[in-house]
């Protein structure tokens, strides 16, 4: 209860700020104007910026309205120089004094003269701090007071309309940013986190935040509605040639460490950086996107068809969030410029991720005739996995009219794992009715190569062109499983005892080819024909063999063992109209896809080969209202066919208390899709709202079957299920208060699903339903103090056909709040606190989390080049990582150990070394020859 009375302490705080703020706004005044051109037409768009005349330091901005005008509101006494620039014009430069007892001063008509070419021109480049480009929102870095050590997502958290979550996953204008680039280049592929916690805000003189075309659309010129929300973070002049960079060091209570550093080296035609780090804090230097891409779990062709990838192509799944782990990583990035017409880029990228988790599980699971059951499990696992990844591209201008375009990517991985469980099954609560004593040592080693080559040729006839690409993709698996089960089941006074050793070799060569022609019709009318063939071989030998005697003799098992090559085959012809339009891109095709499965059971001498005939239309429209309003709408459908895994009618008995068995038997799944997404940004307000709902509809879905017999085993084996159905939305509107100079955000989800599981020869039927809200208060000026405060509610519906005792319905609540804030020039301050909680029958104990952190730092050296910082993480010494699932047929809560309180003193380092002076900032005046 303490730990609430805190956080409400602090959230009265930062109302206490907010109130005080408002009260001074009293005192404050209001600019008001109108921008024409010499004709007196309005003129919007026109940026209008004042700064304090003594030292030219930014105070407010904003952008004139569609009918000229501006508003400049909450401005204090003092003198200040007023900059009004557009492009096409010359700018306009004055000094205003704001005084007296009128609140309101109207600046009048002020006109604008078109930009000359006279001999002794003077032009003036003011501060700008943001402009509108079409569909680009620029702003510029200087503009906007980051801290002299932030990196650049320290920057981005004071761009209006940019928000950073606090896993530093980014949104600009309500869409989330999935690229960012460095002067219009790669920066360590395409996870955006590795930029924006690396690189310096003080290197960065513009942001420009865009929705990109894709490849195809950029070099053919026909839109075909793809966009991708991208940040680009164009470089001083003076970073261009050079050296930056920063390290930082720290050392805390319980052996806590971290070591990280960065260094960029760039001049006109290449940029090369360096990322190293160490640390056992549980900080990963890599998102999931990154991890996929390093191991070459991609699709080889971006087709509607779509190929759905087993848990067969996973090596190793990495729990980044909780347990205790120690992290060491290092990559090079390299991008270089040879001519004008070839184009470079390579990066490499190491981890060597080691982790101990203790976790226990308490889950509720139901047989079909209405039965509960409970499982209740303990376990320890350990982990090393090292990685190693490289990927690089080449652009190739051969002419005006054709390019070539070349990817590489190559992933290595090798893990050590050991896992030891005590699990225990009870009925009515309290009646053991077997229990599982486990060990699992895994070794594994994995090998991927993948590369694609891409020509594009552009006709002479305007809209006519030609693409085609060929994919390749080859690699391998080792995987040695050394597994020991005791299981005693007291009803029977039984003990079964396994164990075995399984090794498993994965070959697979994977290779694609598709082109696309694109025929003009008429006026923004096109034709696309495309063909995609592609083969996806794979060659699989598992072998199993019996331990006895103490370990002293092995057994090879041929019931178990198997041994299979397959081939999975698509020809996928495709016919698309797309019609583009000044604001309308709409496109409506079909593709008949035939698909070959074949394969060869060679432990069993058994041949498989299933036929495979679908139509899969597709249609999208996007309508460009304005270049911040968008809407679009998306249909499409996929098919996802049966593995030999899940076909081969072998048993597999790893786990003695879940057998598996495939079924030859099983049918294609076939999957429509459907999403709409509106998207609606104010550039003269900040008001962004974004919406988006999805919906999926699944026929012949493949589900897994269980039986459970009287001693609770479980014996599972795919099937079909008629169908299944889910949904889903968002939305976020976020808009200043201006009165108090604060932001709000507000954000909802919506979530239903209905599935069906077959239970002992029922089938189940599942219906979820999940909703949240959450709401954020938080200030825009961001020079002296930063704060926000919110909180998060969601809640969770879950009901079966055939068990409804396990009917559930539970609810989450997260309160936050975040506070920093600069005193005595050098010294800064922050803290935050996040207060969770859990109700419902679903938890045992409805557990509350409240985790606190703290830190205190100081700029030190000659341009505050270094800095100190205490901090505290969980000063509570409350985390806990508690996590809550519902499956088709059962639901479970989670508990794992995580990292908890420690203290730590770092120190961060800033390089600079330039091969020019750094230019000042303020009013730039150039006199014209």
Not at 331 to 355: E, M, P, Q, W
Not at 453 to 464: D, E, N, S
Not at 715 to 725: A, E, F, R, S
Request: glycine share 6%.
């Amino acid at each position: 209860m303490r730990h609430l009375r805190f956080y409400i302490l602090t959230v009265l705080t930062i109302l206490l700020c907010v109130v005080s703020a408002s009260s001074q706004n009293l005192r404050n005044y209001q600019l008001k104007g109108k921008i024409n051109d010499q004709e007196n037409k309005a003129l919007s768009f026109s940026s209008v910026v004042i700064s304090y005349a003594k030292d030219s330091v930014l105070c407010q901005f904003t952008n004139s309205a569609e009918d000229g005008t501006f508003k400049l509101e909450g401005v204090k006494p003092d003198r200040y120089l007023l900059q009004i620039t557009m492009l096409g014009f010359k700018s306009v430069t004055k000094t205003i004094d704001v005084e007296g007892g009128n609140k309101v001063i109207d600046l009048g008509i002020i006109k604008l003269e078109t930009e000359s070419t006279g001999i002794k021109e003077v032009e003036a480049r003011a501060i700008n701090p943001i402009t509108i480009k079409k569909d680009t929102v620029e702003y510029d870095a200087g503009s906007f007071a980051a801290e002299p050590n932030d990196d650049v997502e320290g920057l981005l958290k004071k761009l209006p309309g940019v928000e950073v979550d606090k896993d530093g996953n980014i949104k600009a204008h309500g869409e989330e940013v999935k690229k960012i680039l460095v002067d219009g280049k790669e920066f360590f592929g395409d996870d955006p986190k590795l930029a924006t916690k690396n690189l310096p805000a003080d290197a960065i003189e513009k942001v420009q935040v865009f929705n990109k075309k894709s490849e195809q659309a950029e070099f053919t010129g026909i839109d075909d509605g793809s966009r991708e929300k991208t940040i680009n973070l164009t470089l001083k002049e003076d970073k261009k040639k050079g050296a930056f960079g920063k390290i930082e060091g720290g050392y805390g209570t319980d052996d806590r460490y971290k070591l990280k550093a960065n260094i960029n080296r760039f001049s006109k035609k290449s940029q090369l950086s360096t990322i190293v780090g160490i640390n056992n804090i549980n900080e990963q230097s890599f998102s999931i996107q990154d991890y996929f891409n390093m191991v070459g779990i991609q699709n080889l062709m971006n087709s509607s068809g779509g190929i759905t990838l087993s848990s067969d192509d996973l090596p190793f799944m990495i729990d980044t969030d909780n347990g205790l782990i120690n992290t060491g990583s290092g990559g090079l990035n390299l991008n270089r410029d040879f001519g004008k017409k070839v184009k470079v880029h390579a990066n490499y990228f190491y981890t060597d991720i080691r982790s101990d988790v203790l976790s226990s599980s308490f889950r509720e699971n139901f047989l079909g005739s209405g039965e509960v059951f409970i499982t209740d499990e303990e376990s320890d696992r350990n982990t090393i996995n090292r990685s190693h990844r490289f990927s690089g591209n080449m652009d190739f201008e051969i002419d005006s009219m054709s390019s070539l375009k070349f990817n590489v990517n190559i992933g290595a991985l090798n893990g050590d794992n050991n896992t030891s469980s005590l699990q225990r099954t009870l009925v009515l609560d309290s009646v053991l009715t077997n229990s599982s004593e486990s060990q699992n040592n895994n070794l594994s080693d994995r090998l991927n190569m993948n590369a694609d080559l891409t020509y594009r040729r552009k006709m002479k006839k305007v809209g006519r062109s030609f693409v085609t690409k060929i994919s390749g993709l080859t690699g391998y698996g080792n995987v040695n499983d050394e597994i020991f089960y005791q299981n005693f089941f007291p009803f029977e006074t039984l003990y079964d005892t396994l164990e075995q050793n399984q090794v498993q070799r994965t070959d697979k060569l994977d290779y694609a080819w598709e082109s696309s022609y694109i025929e003009p019709i008429g006026k923004g009318k096109y034709l696309d024909l495309s063909f995609a063939h592609q083969n996806f071989s794979k060659d699989r030998r598992k072998d199993f063999y019996d331990i006895t005697n103490n370990g002293q003799l092995r057994t090879f098992n041929t019931n178990l063992s198997t041994d299979y090559t397959n081939d999975y085959i698509v020809n996928r012809p495709s016919l698309t109209l797309k019609i583009n339009k000044k604001k309308h891109v709409f496109n409506i095709g079909s593709g008949l896809q035939q698909s070959n499965l074949k394969g060869d059971i060679r432990s069993l001498d058994q041949l498989i080969d299933k036929q495979f005939l679908n139509v899969l239309p597709s249609a999208f429209w996007n309508y460009n209202m304005s270049n911040t309003k968008r809407l679009s709408l998306n249909y499409s459908t996929n098919i996802n066919a049966p593995s030999i895994d899940q076909l081969q009618p072998v048993i597999n008995n790893s786990n003695p208390l879940s057998i598996y068995e495939g079924n030859p038997d099983l049918k294609v799944a076939y999957r429509h899709n459907a999403s709409a997404q509106f998207m609606s940004f104010s550039q003269f307000t900040f008001t962004n709202l974004f919406l988006t709902l999805n919906g999926s509809y699944t026929r012949n879905k493949i589900v897994n079957s269980t039986s459970i017999d009287s001693l609770l085993r479980r014996n599972i084996k795919p099937v079909n299920v008629k169908d299944d159905y889910a949904m889903n939305s968002y939305g976020s509107f976020e808009t200043p208060l201006k009165f108090i100079k604060s932001k709000i955000s507000l954000g909802t989800n919506f979530g239903y699903n209905r599935g069906i599981l077959p239970i002992n020869g029922f089938d189940n039927i599942m219906r979820r339903l999940d909703g949240g809200v959450d709401l954020t208060l938080e200030n825009r000026k961001k020079t002296k103090y930063d704060g926000l405060i919110g909180a998060e509610v969601n809640r969770s519906i879950t009901t079966y056909s055939e068990a409804s005792n396990l009917n559930q319905a539970y609810t989450s609540l997260n309160l936050f709040s975040d506070l920093s804030f600069k005193f005595l020039k050098k010294w800064r301050s922050k803290s935050s606190f996040d207060y969770t909680l859990y109700y419902g029958e679903a938890f045992r104990d409805n557990p509350r989390i409240p985790i606190l952190k703290s830190q205190v730092s100081r700029n030190i050296l000659k341009n505050d080049r270094g800095i100190i910082k205490l901090s505290v993480f969980d000063l509570l010494n409350k985390n806990l990582g508690v996590q809550r699932n519902a499956n088709l047929n059962y639901i479970e809560t989670l508990e794992t150990q995580t990292i908890g309180r420690y203290f730590m003193l770092s120190f961060t380092y800033k390089l600079n070394k330039f091969s020019a002076p750094q230019s000042g900032g303020g009013i730039f005046i150039k006199e014209g020859r």
